[in-house]
């Protein structure tokens, strides 16, 4: 198995690796068992200047490199990545607490940002726009936007610093990294991987350590022009109040409300299968995890008996181990809030099918059991609030017109599902949902050639496709003067 040492340096500026300035280091524990796994440098405020100088100092030769030399540095990285993948599968497991088989597929996931971004390099293209001053030549030009400074989350340790990386190298941006403290070795593994690939000196930056300080260097700094994060809602609306000062350009990939509405005309053994995979899915911590689940009360009865068997078979315990499907929520907070919103909604009513409780196993982490709950009402916090753990309620609905009203009932807009196997219902719901992302008898929208991304209060821009290259990217205007 995979050992750390004791102190782990988490900070890569200007090709260089070292400690935090201040000397400081956190705890880096694994949520499974709670044993330490590393101590990792706790950089800050100045940390991440030097950071920022160096992406700053670096850009002007990134930016001009020829694309087919950006794209084969990423290609590269793509394959180290992918030629590790079980090393980087157990760090993520050991780090974040999910079962090894989803870590590898994450890991898979990371490395397609890699290699469709190597590809996408070679593809930004301007625009010829024909004049209506004679003479005249105007054309639009694409070019990197500059410094970028990313921010990610615990839940997706390497696949969303990619799906963010990716673009904004491909662009011709240079990079400063903060991702979050819970899970920062994986961060490490990619900064390992992209200086081996063969990137310059200063064009990835990593630093970790304390978000507040970070973040203020990245709002503060007039080198940076670009945040992008992904997290929750309230740190998303505060770093773009925060950036509004200096006109950053900002994307925000934020929280998630999922519904998932079972009609009945559905394949219930698909729905069952996928509702599962939705919402259990690391624990029940995935943005885009359905959050509430509404069927067809004409369907509800065997529905439930399904979903409810299926439910019961989930095995909990490490993520190392075979045949687990459900490891360690990240931390205390999250059993708490599972907590909190399953006794809210015992309190208005709620039944509990299935589940229920913490997990009384054999270690000591933060395990929750995968819990099914019936008799629910629209006033409970799980059907409004992000629960962000294995707690699923059922809901129930008379008519296409109260299920989509009810899915629409919220102020996140970053996934909806629903199941149907009725071709013009299929046209409908898609267009009815007020959603950045519908999956239509499918829960898996992210991949790397297609535009991931919320709408509401789940944020703006699109990681994914050729589309997430536009946020690193300025498009200026040349206007030639000209005789005709
Ligand atoms: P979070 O508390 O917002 O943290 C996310 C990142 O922001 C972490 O790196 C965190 O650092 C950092 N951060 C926290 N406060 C900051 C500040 N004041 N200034 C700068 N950075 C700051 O969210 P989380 O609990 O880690 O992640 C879960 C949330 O992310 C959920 O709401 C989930 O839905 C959302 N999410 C969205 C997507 C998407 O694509 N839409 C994908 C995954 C997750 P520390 O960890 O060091 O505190």
Redesign the pocket.
Known sequence: MTTFDANTKGIFVNGEWREAKSGETEVVDNPTTLEKLTEVSNGDFDDATDAIDAAYEAFPEWSKMSPRKRSKILYRAYELMMEDVDRLGEILTLEQGKPLKEAKGEIKGAASFLQWYSEEANRIYGELIPASREGNRQFVLPQPIGVVGA??????PSS?ITRKCGPALAAGCTVVL?????TPLSAIEIAKIFEKAGLPKGVFNLVT????E???A?LTNDKVRKIT????????K??MRESADQLKKVSL????HAPILVFEDADLETAANLTLASKFRNAG????CANRVYVQESIKEEFSKVLLEKVKQLNVGNGLNDGVDIGPL?NENGTEKVQDHLNDATDKGARILCGGTKWDGEYEGHFFEPTLLDNITDDMKVMNE?T?GPLLPLQTFKTEEEAIKAANNTKYG?AAYFFTENLDRTFRVSEALEYGMVGVNEVFP?VAEAP???IKQ??FGK?GGHHGIDDFVVKKLVTISGKK
């Open positions: 921010i990610t989350p615990w839940n997706f969303m903060k991702p979050a403290m819970e350590g304390k978000a507040q970070i973040g203020e990245f994060f992904t997290g929750s809602t309230e740190v998303g505060y770093l990939e934020l929280g998630g911590q995935t943005c885009i990240i992000e962000f970053l992210s991931f991304g919320g789940s944020g990681e």
